[in-house]
T-cell receptor
């Protein structure tokens, strides 16, 4: 039981490049989330998927898109990376919407030059 | 929307002392309050949570208290140990009962436990 997994662990991009962050969970959770963590800012929600087939914007969605590929997988895409998107990105999942018992993945450290 | 304030931002204690971290929230509809611990370079991990129908919850050396009237909740760590050193985050959400919201996190408290 791996819990929540993320790939890649580290990534360096040049401004304007695109990439997709992958997330998968094996806990049969319905809800999945993408957060970014910046120094002194805590965890801020980018997008979430309350259940398979639905996605919604969180607090800081600009510059990102998401896809809930199936119940297990939730990807985050940066279409044209900007230096302001340098951050640590965490995927999380919970059994239901509302964040009860939310589990986090190991994170992806992204640097945009 | 919900706003969560967390204090202090840094806290240093001697091993064996107690540590208290406090959070306030703004939305009276919030009913779920988890605490996460994040060690350096690691993922946030849920350490304890409390629902609004409970005033206090304990798990060994950690406890959380909730004051719904004042809209604040606190994390208490007793007999601190060096391995308690980490960043602690509080959060609040309308977690159950009707339409749920998402977790809103405080900005974190860096706890240092000195041997």
């Amino acid at each position: 039981n791996a819990g929540v997994t993320q790939t890649p662990k580290f990534q360096v991009l040049k401004t304007g490049q695109s990439m997709t962050l992958q997330c998968a969970q094996d806990m049969n959770h319905n809800s999945m989330y993408w957060y970014r963590q910046d120094p002194g800012m805590g965890l801020r929600l980018i997008y979430y998927s309350a259940s398979e087939g639905t996605t919604d914007k969180g607090e800081v969605p600009n510059g990102y898109n998401v896809s809930r590929l199936n119940k297990r997988e939730f990807s985050l895409r940066l279409e044209s990376a900007a230096p302001s998107q340098t951050s640590v990105y965490f995927c999380a999942s919970s059994e239901a919407a509302g964040g009860l018992g939310q589990y986090f993945g190991p994170g992806t450290r992204l640097t945009v030059l | 929307g919900e706003n969560v304030e967390q204090h202090p931002s840094t806290l240093s204690v001697q091993e064996g002392d107690s540590a208290v971290i406090k959070c306030t929230y703004s939305d009276s509809a919030s009913n779920y309050f988890p605490w996460y611990k994040q060690e350096l370079g690691k993922r946030p991990q849920l350490i304890i949570d409390i629902r609004s129908n409970v005033g206090e919850k304990k798990d060994q050396r950690i406890a959380v208290t909730l004051n719904k009237t004042a809209k604040h909740f606190s994390l208490h760590i007793t007999e601190t140990q060096p391995e308690d050193s980490a960043v602690y985050f509080c959060a609040a959400a309308k977690g159950y009962g009707g339409s749920q919201g998402n977790l809103i996190f405080g900005k974190g408290t860096k706890l240092s436990v000195k041997p």
